[in-house]
C-alpha cells in the first residue's frame, strides 16, 4: 500500500478558542453542576486505497477517526481533579471513507462540549459533511453529492450571521461546481441557508485548502478565491450574504494575508 506522511490531528476550528482546549485532558479541582464528555482531539486512521479519488494529491483516505474526549464541568458543583481521557474510534463500512486533510473540532451546538466536523465519502455517491458527537454517533450530515469522485472542501465554521446557531460553510465540487454552501446546524439538523457561484478554495492534487475564516470584528468573513484563481473574495452577511473583491490572487501567501486581521 501507498504510504505518506499521516494527516495531522485536529486542530481547533475556530481559533479564538484554540488556547482553552490544549490542556482539557487535565479536569482541575473545581465548581460544576453539569458533567459532560467533549472532544479534545481527533484523527484520521486506518489509511486505505480502497476510494482512488486522489483529490488530495495521493490514493490514500482513511477508514476510521479516532476522537480523544474528556470531562467538561461548569457551574457550582465541587469535583476532584483528575486527568484521565477517552478514546472513541468510528470505523467505517468498505464503501464509505474519510476523504479529508484532518477533522475539525468545532461546538456545532454552542452547549460547551464540542463535536467533530469531517468530509466522508461514499464509493457511489461521493462526499458529504458529517458531524460527529464525543460518542462516536453522527449527529447530523449533508446529502451526499449524488455520485463517486465528487468532492467537497470545508471553509470554516461559527455564528456567521448573529442568529445564535453555528452555520458551516463548504465549497460544494471546488473544481467543477464550485458553489459555496452554508448549512445553519439548529435543533440537532443542518439546513442549507445560502449557496453562492463562482467560489472555490481548493485545486487538484493541492494536499491543503485554500482560504478559510477570517474574524476581525463583529462580523465573521468567510475567505476564498473566484472560480479562476484570480481574485481573492470575502463572503459575510449583511443584509444578505454579500461577496467583496479584496484583490488579486497572487499565490498561497496572498491569501494568508487577506486572513490576518
Known amino acids: 500500500m501507498p504510504t505518506k506522511a499521516p494527516r495531522l490531528p485536529a486542530r481547533l476550528w475556530h481559533h479564538r478558542a484554540r488556547g482553552a482546549l490544549l490542556a482539557v485532558c487535565t479536569w482541575l479541582a473545581g465548581v460544576a453542576p453539569a458533567i459532560a464528555e467533549t472532544a479534545v482531539s481527533a484523527r484520521f486512521t486506518e489509511p486505505t486505497t480502497r476510494y482512488a479519488h486522489g483529490v488530495l494529491g495521493d490514493n490514500i483516505e482513511y477508514g476510521a477517526l479516532e476522537i480523544k474526549t474528556s470531562h467538561a464541568t461548569t457551574g457550582t458543583l465541587s469535583v476532584q481533579p483528575t486527568n484521565k481521557c477517552s478514546t472513541v474510534t468510528i470505523k467505517l463500512p468498505p ?21 467533530v466536523i469531517v468530509v466522508e465519502s461514499s464509493v457511489h455517491e461521493g462526499a458529504q459533511l458529517a458531524i460527529y458527537d464525543s460518542r462516536g454517533e453522527k449527529i447530523a450530515a449533508t446529502p451526499h453529492i449524488g455520485t463517486r469522485f465528487r468532492w467537497l ?20 465540487r471546488p473544481h467543477l461546481a464550485k458553489t459555496l454552501r452554508i448549512w445553519r446546524f439548529d435543533n440537532g439538523e443542518l439546513t442549507e441557508i445560502a449557496s453562492l457561484p463562482n467560489l472555490t478554495n481548493h485545486r487538484i492534487g493541492e494536499d491543503f485548502i485554500s482560504g478559510g475564516l477570517r474574524e476581525c470584528g463583529n462580523t465573521p468573513e468567510l475567505i476564498l478565491v473566484n472560480g479562476n484563481w484570480t481574485r481573492i473574495i470575502s463572503v459575510s452577511p449583511q443584509t444578505d450574504w454579500t461577496t467583496t473583491d479584496l484583490g488579486p490572487f497572487k499565490g498561497p501567501k496572498s491569501l494568508t494575508r487577506a486572513l490576518e486581521c
Open 95 to 115: 464503501n464509505r471513507v474519510f476523504e479529508d486533510l484532518e477533522p475539525r473540532i468545532v461546538d456545532v451546538d454552542l452547549d460547551g462540549t464540542n463535536e
Open 153 to 172: 472542501a470545508p471553509v470554516g465554521a461559527a455564528d456567521l450571521d448573529g442568529d445564535g446557531n453555528v452555520e458551516i460553510a463548504y465549497v460544494d
